[in-house]
């Protein structure tokens, strides 16, 4: 298993510029979500997914799309970037979102590092 | 808002010490979890705890949690340079919409040889 892939792993915009981030995985996970990283912040959770065709907000979701068409898929666009959002991305996944002896732990992708100018 | 916050931000040891980190936060659980993550790497699970236990371990790492103190530490006993990490705290607090896990600012562990 690949686990959780994301792409790409660094990208540089310019403000206003549009783009998606990518996020797959291949565990059949019903929970997906991203986070973002920033300094002194610890990850703020943006969106999240429970399955298919289900998303919901999370903490810092100004300024984000996103989608879930697929089980394995769970893009992140950003609509017209800032330099506020310039950070860390991760897309994180789970088994379940409630709870269960099958787990709760969240499987990280490696990143995407953002610049916008 | 942060959930957790760790303590401390920073913290520099000699290989075979231990290491100690601590968690608090604000709200009820269900469990809360430790990820360490590697520079520039993604977040790794280490081990989750339930709010109703009170210590676990996983080879070298303990963990324990006191509810009433809402309060958890990381113990990494003999520790390695290949320890040297960010160590995150997440608490999984059970909302209408699921699983949020929110993780705490980190301490950044650095052992040296």
């Known amino acids: 298993n690949a686990g959780v892939t994301q792409t790409p792993k660094f990208q540089v915009l310019k403000t206003g510029q549009s783009m998606t981030l990518q996020c797959a995985q291949d565990m059949n996970h019903e929970y997906m979500s991203w986070y973002r990283q920033d300094p002194g912040m610890g990850l703020r959770l943006i969106h999240y997914s429970v399955g298919a065709g289900i998303t919901d907000q999370g903490e810092v979701p100004n300024g984000y799309n996103v989608s879930r068409s697929t089980t394995e898929d769970f893009p992140l666009r950003l609509l017209s970037a800032a330099p506020s959002q310039t950070s860390v991305y991760f897309c994180?996944?789970?088994?379940?979102?409630?709870?269960?002896?099958?787990?709760?732990?969240?499987?990280f992708g490696s990143g995407t590092q953002l610049s916008v100018l | 808002s942060q959930q957790g916050e760790e303590d401390p931000q920073a913290l520099s040891i000699q290989e075979g010490e231990n290491a100690t980190m601590n968690c608090s936060y604000k709200t009820s659980i269900n469990n809360l979890q430790w990820y360490r993550q590697n520079s520039g790497r993604g977040l790794v699970h280490l081990i989750l705890i339930r709010s109703n236990e009170r210590e676990k371990h996983s080879g070298r790492l303990r963990v324990t949690l006191d509810t009433s103190k809402k309060s958890s530490s990381l113990l990494i006993t003999a520790s390695r340079a290949a320890d040297t990490a960010s160590y995150f705290c997440?608490?999984?607090?059970?909302?209408?919409?699921?699983?949020?896990?929110?993780f705490g600012t980190g301490t950044q562990l650095k052992v040296e040889l």
């Open positions: 994180a996944s789970s088994y379940s979102p409630t709870g269960g002896k099958r787990g709760e732990k969240l499987f």
């Open positions: 997440a608490t999984d607090a059970r909302t209408g919409g699921g699983n949020k896990l929110t």
